[in-house]
């Protein structure tokens, strides 16, 4: 049996090693968002150096949060593989400590690290998420970015003064303030009996207000307005489920944004998914230990394969990958959320814990 003494020595090591690879992740990810932010971004009027250092810093947390597994997967690597150069694990092995045992306090901390990730992180990042794309707004910045969007939105809604066609080059506010706003008035025959050009576009109760608004009738001329507003029947709930990126709401909001989405008749599978990524993420970085265990717990007197080091990352970045694309059949709703989320863990981890036991139980 481990002793506490031990126990807490692994755990202990793990962290520290975590941390060191998170920083260096976050030190890279930085410089390299940083530099290439700011050469696109530098022509832009409003665009200071301390601006695009402090949108850099606000986009680290949902960066790190996507890359996590793949630190746990490095890390886990490399506390066993010099645990085994200093002939630690072998001594612990001698005294008839199963890999089971040493194993325990890395899965332990890898656990810990998700929850860590899923309590504090997450709502730290989905409200940074959410400045970013504000600022980015205010820039005057329109797609390409992780704090926009990939595609125009456009909303459809029918009121007393007819159908309104709403479109945008950007969202913020989970899709409350829309930038680049062109809002497209059909008459009863269907043809577009106006247009309106904002700058920005926000969301109140029953109502859009347009700022800094060119406005075009049919058969006149441009008139410029700086501010007005169209009436709207959409409601918010509405609006975020179909404008809102999932990253910008925290894990503890996003029960009750699906539980309002729903009763709108919305599908909500985009938030229910990255409800259940964030609860399985714990498990797949469990997995990813496991599979880092498959690879590096066998002594070599002379030193690691690199083959067998790098098959180990390779089915690291295989595990993201199946994640990934199950996270997009979620999304999609081709494959319901919950199954989508759990299942690319559950089975890495069976994996894992079958190849460790054909190779240390045989």
């Known amino acids: 049996m481990i002793g506490f003494t031990l126990w807490r020595y692994l ?22 968002d940083f530099t290439e932010f700011s050469s696109r971004a530098s022509r832009l009027p409003g665009y200071t150096l301390g601006l695009g250092a402090l949108l850099s810093l ?67 990042s989905s409200y940074a998420l959410s400045k970013v794309q504000e600022l980015e707004l205010g820039l005057g910045i329109k797609r ?5 969007i990939e595609r125009p939105p456009w909303l459809r809604q029918r009121t007393a003064d007819g159908v309104t066609i709403i479109g945008a080059d950007s969202v913020a506010r989970r899709g409350l303030l829309l930038g680049g706003a062109t809002f497209l008035r059909f008459d009863n025959e269907g043809g577009i009996a106006s247009r309106l050009d904002a700058e920005t576009a926000v969301l109140e109760d029953g109502h859009w207000i347009l700022r800094n608004t060119t406005r075009i009738d049919r058969g006149e001329k441009p008139v410029n307005v700086a501010e007005t507003t169209v009436k709207t029947n959409l409601r918010p709930e509405f609006v975020e489920e179909t404008l809102a990126s999932p990253q910008s709401i925290s894990f503890f909001e996003l029960p009750r944004k ?61 595990l993201y990958v199946v994640s990934v694309l199950a996270k997009s059949f979620g999304t999609a709703g081709a494959v319901p959320p919950f199954v989508a989320a759990w299942l690319p863990a559950i089975v890495a981890s069976a994996l894992g814990i079958t190849v460790l036991l054909h190779k240390e139980d045989g």
């Not at 590096?296 to 002379?302: D, E, G, Q």
């Open 258 to 318: 699906i539980e309002v989405a729903r009763s709108y008749g919305l599908g909500a599978n985009a938030f229910a998914m990255q409800y259940q990524s964030l609860l399985a993420l714990p498990m797949l970085l469990i997995a990813m230990t496991l599979i880092a265990a498959t690879v590096s717990l066998k002594f070599v007197r002379f030193g690691q394969s690199g083959a067998v080091i790098l098959s180990g990352i390779l089915a690291g970045f295989l």
């Open 11 to 32: 755990f202990r090591r793990y962290v520290v090693m975590t941390i060191w690879f998170i920083l260096g992740v976050l030190a890279i990810i930085y410089m390299v």
């Open 58 to 124: 606000l986009r680290l947390p949902n960066i790190i949060q996507e890359t996590v597994p793949f630190v746990i997967l490095f890390s886990s690597i490399s506390v066993l593989l010099i645990l085994n150069r200093k002939y630690e694990l072998v001594v612990a092995r001698s005294a008839g400590i199963s890999a089971w045992q040493f194993l325990t306090p890395l899965c332990a901390a890898s656990f810990l690290i998700g929850v860590i990730m899923v309590a504090v992180v997450n709502p730290f």
């Open 144 to 148: 390409g970015t992780v704090g926009t």
